[in-house]
């Protein structure tokens, strides 16, 4: 009886919080649902219409699931190869290596843009995908994570099959790989996140609309003369948090098994 209260006093405290975290997406489908008829309002889908049914629109989308996609899978990579190299390798410069990668976490990526601009220009490609992907195919912090999970992978199976004459690309890709799927659902689902989301990259390296991606097409497409959009806003808004949502709803069984390893061990 008594953990009964306990458990509904507890939930009573934190309702109030639950409210006012929904409160921001609540807001945001109050406003894409809101069409004005005149000088009346009623509620409908007719924001969501105008947009899908808007060229632009489903170009941003596109351009940001390539992007993102490409982005993703490329750390998924070299992140991994990188972790693994620094977690069991035995090399001259190790150290320093690591040191430096760490470094590059204090680095804010606002005071890259100018350089990775003149590359990009010097290269010819700005208004281009690999622009957008380049400079962000292996992350610091996602290099960091995966050394720092695989240190604590037993390596007793990788001498097993190194015993049976398995090479080490092998056995980082069929023994190593499976036992780091919740680190890399982490490290993908966070990679996508941040990706799916970038506004000033894509906005400094993109000239066309052909090219740019979804935040920074929702930026311009909104912006009125004397006002903002909101509704179409908010609308836009509301459908580019749903590949999102989709890929928390689809991890989150690795996310919480990486969460729980890594307090574990």
Request: net charge positive; aromatic share 10%; hydrophobic share 55%.
């Amino acid at each position: 009886m008594i953990m009964a209260r306990a458990s509904a006093f507890r939930a009573f405290r934190i309702s109030p919080l639950l409210l006012l975290a929904w409160a921001p997406l609540a807001w945001m489908v109050w406003l894409a649902v809101r069409v004005p008829q005149g000088e009346a309002l009623t509620l409908g889908l007719g924001n969501f219409s105008d947009l899908l049914g808007s060229g632009p629109f489903l170009r941003y989308t596109l351009n940001s699931a390539i992007v993102a996609a490409w982005v993703v899978g490329l750390n998924l990579l070299f992140a991994s190869l990188v972790g693994y190299a620094l977690a069991r390798g035995r090399f001259r410069g190790k150290r320093p290596l690591l040191f430096s990668i760490l470094i590059t976490l204090m680095v804010p990526r606002q005071v890259t843009m100018i350089p990775v601009y003149l590359m990009a220009a010097r290269m010819h490609m700005i208004d281009t995908y690999p622009a957008l992907i380049a400079p962000f195919a292996v992350d610091a912090f996602n290099i960091f994570l995966m050394r720092q999970y695989m240190q604590q992978i037993p390596p007793e199976m990788e001498d097993a099959a190194r015993v049976d004459g398995a090479s080490e690309l092998r056995i980082f890709f069929q023994v190593v790989m499976p036992m780091v799927r919740p680190a890399l659902a982490v490290m993908g689902v966070n990679t996508f996140l941040v990706n799916w989301n970038s506004f000033l990259y894509p906005l400094v390296l993109t000239n066309s609309d052909a090219m740019r991606t979804l935040p920074v097409g929702l930026a311009l497409y909104a912006q009125g003369e004397h006002s903002v959009d909101w509704g179409h806003l908010m609308a836009g808004a509301l459908i580019g948090t749903l590949p999102v949502l989709a890929a928390f709803l689809a991890f989150q069984k690795q996310i919480v098994e990486g969460i729980l390893a890594g307090t574990g061990k």
